[in-house]
């Protein structure tokens, strides 16, 4: 019997059943990605967009939904994912950030308020910002954070839009009365797909 060799495989393509995939089709979620769209396309007209909540258990098709939406109009406003599981202070934020409108790090040591300046100055197009796994910052970073993006607007005339990505349903009882007075987000569910779902999806890939 001839074996597989080490570089072979049965699969024409193995990435489409890996958990980061995003598929060219996204099955069953027509609701989200509308709303999604909706509540950013007033940023391609360079307009100020709606900041969204998208909530919903894990494997639910939250940031499969986001980064679908970014592929569509990134070119026309700057966009920017960030994991908060990995990027947790408000510093690796706003470097991120810098990293997306710029295309290149910022000088390392770099102070916070000059970094944070330094994005503002340098933002010619609307932003977007996605922060997944927002339930994985603390109680102050979280604040702290979600504060400095949507007062951006005062320190530089810019455009810019929170999208957060969450399977805390009591998310928003964790701001503080400043930030939750302005952090108005429009939410968006996702529910768990049922079996003939799964199905359906797990057919297409295959």
């Known amino acids: ?4 060799r080490w ?6 393509d193995p990435e489409v059943f890996d958990a980061n995939y995003l ?4 099955l069953y979620r027509e609701m989200q990605l509308n709303q999604l769209v909706s509540n950013l396309r007033p940023a391609i007209a360079g307009f100020q967009p709606i900041n969204c909540l998208c909530l919903g ?13 970014f592929k569509q109009i990134e070119g026309f406003v700057v966009v920017c994912y960030i994991n908060c599981q990995a ?39 609307p932003l977007i ?31 810019i839009g929170l999208i957060g990505i969450t399977t805390d349903f009591q998310i928003l009882s964790r ?13 968006i569910h996702f529910p768990l797909y049922n079996k003939k779902e799964i199905n359906d999806i797990l057919k297409k890939r295959s």
């Open 87 to 125: 990027v947790n202070t408000k510093h690796q934020v706003w470097t991120r950030i810098f990293e997306s409108i710029a295309n290149f790090k910022p000088h390392s040591g770099i102070s916070f308020s000059k970094l944070y300046l330094a994005c503002l100055e340098k933002l010619t197009k």
């Open 129 to 159: 910002v996605c922060l997944d796994d927002l339930n994985y910052l603390d109680n102050k970073t979280l604040n702290d954070t979600v504060y400095s993006i949507l007062k951006a607007y005062e320190t530089v005339d810019v455009k």
């Open 23 to 26: 598929p060219d089709i996204l």
């Open 175 to 187: 701001l503080d009365s400043l930030t939750g007075s302005m952090f108005h987000a429009n939410e």
């Open 7 to 12: 570089d072979e495989t049965l699969f024409k």
């Open 57 to 69: 258990f894990p494997a639910t098709g939250k940031t499969s939904a986001v980064k679908f939406v």
């Open 1 to 4: 019997m001839d074996y597989l």
